[in-house]
């Protein structure tokens, strides 16, 4: 019997009566989260107030397959071919400073160039980019704008909590569960704190060998889907430093990456799933993990990493100048569910905050060669 995927409706995301007044909430908590960095952050800069410690910006190429059956073959996917692209490595903490303090929650954000159709940002539809914000976890710890509130909080004043040892971490994971005494005991946090201790125990290994999630459910044209870019195997049997100890030394993630690119290329597999149960693989929980025997994951693109060398200190610079966000796609690949719909103007806000601060121009590239210069 053939598999029934489930079509996209309207319906499938919920509205949240509180959500505009809440959204106002969180913009302003990051942009002065942000303001507050330059001083604060340990680095002069205005940092991102989620993935603030970038690895490195590398070029890449994606290559849309071709024979892709009708359901895979919706929207950017439908048309086969060949697009440069430019990829950031990062932490997902909100914080700079040592990779031991930081934690190995890391994220691949792609952006894709000469790619047709308006995007969903209203103030820039003409870029020509397609980007992706994914994490290495195929869940998260946030559902809701409410939960979205005290989680931030919690994230950007964790160094405060932890450096207070035993005692320090207990008042952090109460006030995780209880929203900071907000909930009642029937509405506590469970799910999103059992989720965060999962993702937490994520152990801390080469970048090239994580695989990235799109976090919340997306469009796939007349679907929905999850995506994810995996380690391609063959690509992932030749990583020489593969599991890594972040007390080691004080940067461990970036050296192993840069190591491994300036001796071999990678490839890692684009991967859609797409949902064929609504109550087993929901669009507004994202502590569901969908089951792949459900639906299991197809490729239907490969990023690929050419031999490169990013060890400059302007790989960094220039890295840091470039905004990533999910809704950067066009309409037929839509982020779905309110905790995706918070990440609109969250980073588009915070983006334009950090980049007045940090006085760079903020503009969409043409080009990966715009950025990084032709490939030596």
Request: with cysteine.
């Amino acid at each position: 019997m053939a598999t029934q995927f489930v079509r996209y409706t309207p319906d499938v995301e919920k509205d949240d009566p509180r959500f505009d007044q809440n959204l106002q909430t969180v913009i302003k908590k990051t942009e002065s989260y942000i303001a507050e960095s330059v001083g604060a952050g340990g680095t002069g800069r205005a940092l991102r107030d989620a993935h603030a410690k970038g690895y490195g910006l590398v070029r890449g190429e994606v290559e849309i397959l071709d024979g892709l059956p009708p359901e895979y073959a919706q929207g950017i996917y439908a048309t086969p071919g060949t697009h440069d692209a430019l990829i950031r490595f990062s932490n997902g903490s909100p914080h700079a400073g040592a990779d031991a303090r930081l934690g190995a929650a890391t994220g691949l954000a792609l952006k894709m160039f000469g790619m047709p159709g308006p995007t969903l940002l209203e103030d820039e539809p003409d870029t020509g980019t397609f980007d992706y914000a994914n994490i290495n976890g195929p869940i998260f710890f946030c559902n809701t704008v409410e939960h979205y509130l005290f989680i931030q909080d919690l994230f950007l004043n964790a160094p405060a909590y932890f450096a207070q040892g035993r005692p320090g971490m207990h008042r952090f994971f109460t006030d995780f569960v209880t929203g900071k005494g907000t909930l009642d005991r029937d509405g506590w946090a469970w799910d999103e704190f059992l989720a965060y201790l999962r993702l937490s125990k994520t152990p801390p290994v080469n970048l090239l060998l994580s695989s990235y999630w799109t976090m919340g459910a997306v469009r796939h044209g007349d679907h929905i889907a999850k995506v994810r870019f995996t380690p391609e195997p063959s690509a992932a049997a030749k990583v020489v430093r593969r599991d890594l100890d972040t007390a080691s030394e004080q940067e461990v993630f970036r050296p192993a990456l840069q190591a491994e690119l300036l001796e071999r290329p990678f490839t890692f597999d684009i991967q859609v799933q797409l949902c064929t149960d609504l109550a087993r693989m929901p669009v507004e929980d994202t502590t569901v993990e969908w089951p792949e025997r459900l639906s299991p994951s197809f490729t239907v693109a490969k990023l690929r990493l050419p031999r490169q060398d990013i060890s400059g200190p302007e790989n960094l610079e220039k890295m840091d100048a470039l905004s990533f966000t999910p809704w950067r796609v066009t309409a037929e690949h839509a982020p779905l569910g309110n905790i995706m719909r918070v990440r609109k103007e969250v980073y588009r806000r915070s983006s334009i905050e950090r980049h007045q601060l940090n006085r760079q121009p903020r503009t969409e590239p043409r080009s990966a060669d715009e950025v990084l210069g032709p490939l030596r």
